[in-house]
């Protein structure tokens, strides 16, 4: 079985929880025996990436316009590709590269699916233009896969509101592989960053309004006064709002607490996670937190809000899940911090969970059944 992995991004800084989960699917596939290509952008991916996806391959494309991410490839290419896959699997929704092999794989009667990961409502900027990119061929994209897969169940309206009932979506959460987030010298990692010793409220994601970091910063700033010892900090590349952020931590006489390191990745995000005494998701809106995944498995806690798709938090510890907004989050922060030892128990609990419900040996059969049964029905 021959797959077409399909998404604008695939290198983290850039792409995110998205470009995370196409990354480790297409090289769990390939490691089960699947052979298995990434399509995509080529945004300044290094060799150590190419290498950490093998077996997997990967083909990148030239990019023509960074600001839309139009890629920069002969149709002849696409349509290569396409015909040599047995399913093409598109990642995201708002992609001109997944409109291109959607009409590939249009011509050449190919099976697709399609995993919008949360994108398909018109949430935050530019949305004019996604009108315009569903009018002409979003809503047919979805329309006409033979599969569709949603990360949680809370996607499955989402589906509904184009056309698609919810009976016929499969949904197949994020995945983590624990070995990625094995055990660092966490106080060295901590003095490199000039935080020895100091208790940390980790934010771990792009600095952009759809992640909330401003309301965490403000949740921070409202009881700051009753856990002064804890220290918040920004991990995660800068999209506009970490100017915003320092000036709302000066108005509020935190920014001695607050903490910006840009983009963490590679043992360094461990060693972020690992330092951490609670992981703070603020999402306003999220298909599932890939972050959160990543904390639990190494031990940290987690309070995410309730727009981030992984309500399951719920059933170790209810306030690991609060309402998207300041207060929700303020509260949250005094009813975790006030009771350590507590919370470290929960943790363990937490990671215990995530590593059976979501380890990606496991989650990547239900991929691979998914796809024979497409192409079980496309033989009849």
């Known amino acids: 079985m021959n797959i077409l992995n399909v998404n604008s991004y695939i290198d983290l800084k850039t792409g995110g929880g998205t470009a995370e989960r196409t990354f480790k699917m297409s090289r769990f596939l390939a490691l089960q025996g ?44 696409i349509m290569n590709l396409v015909n040599d896959a047995d399913i093409v699997h598109l990642m995201g929704h708002w992609s001109m590269l997944n409109a291109l092999v959607y009409i590939a794989a249009r011509r050449s009667n190919k099976p697709y699916v399609v995993c919008p990961a949360g994108a398909l409502p018109l949430f935050g900027r530019s949305a004019y233009l996604k009108n315009i990119y569903n009018f002409v061929i979003g809503r047919r994209i979805i329309k006409n896969a033979s599969a569709w897969i949603a990360v949680t169940s809370a996607e499955l309206v989402q589906f509904e509101s184009y056309g698609i009932s919810a009976s016929q979506v499969t949904v197949i959460p994020n995945g983590i592989s624990a070995e990625d987030f094995s055990q660092v010298d966490v106080e060295y990692y901590k003095r490199s960053i000039g935080l020895a010793g100091k208790p940390i409220i980790l934010f771990m994601g792009r600095l952009n309004p759809i992640k909330g970091p401003d309301l965490l910063l403000h949740a921070y700033a409202l009881v700051h006064k009753h856990i002064p010892e804890f220290h918040l900090v920004f991990a995660g590349p800068d999209e506009g709002m970490k100017s915003t952020l320092i000036e709302m931590a000066q108005q509020s006489n935190v920014s001695d607490y607050v903490h910006f390191l840009g983009y963490v990745g590679g043992g360094d995000k461990s060693a972020a996670y690992h330092m951490a005494d609670l992981l703070v998701v603020p999402s306003r809106q999220e298909a599932m937190s890939i972050v959160a995944l990543e904390a639990a498995v190494c031990g940290t806690p987690v309070m995410l809000t309730d727009q981030c798709g992984f309500n399951e938090v719920k059933s170790i510890r209810p306030d690991f899940e609060v309402p998207a907004d300041i207060s929700g989050i303020a509260n949250g922060l005094m009813s975790l911090l006030e009771e350590p030892e507590k919370l470290k128990h929960d943790s363990v609990l937490l990671q215990e969970f995530v590593i059976k419900r979501y380890a990606w040996d496991s989650i990547v059969h239900v991929y691979i059944e998914l796809y024979k049964n497409i192409l079980a029905i496309q033989k009849k």
């Open 34 to 77: 699947t052979k298995c290509t990434v399509l995509t952008i080529n945004t300044g991916i290094d060799e150590s990436t190419v290498a950490a996806l093998r077996p997997a391959n990967i083909f990148l494309t030239g990019l023509l316009w960074r600001r839309y991410f139009i890629p920069l490839v002969r149709w002849k290419t």
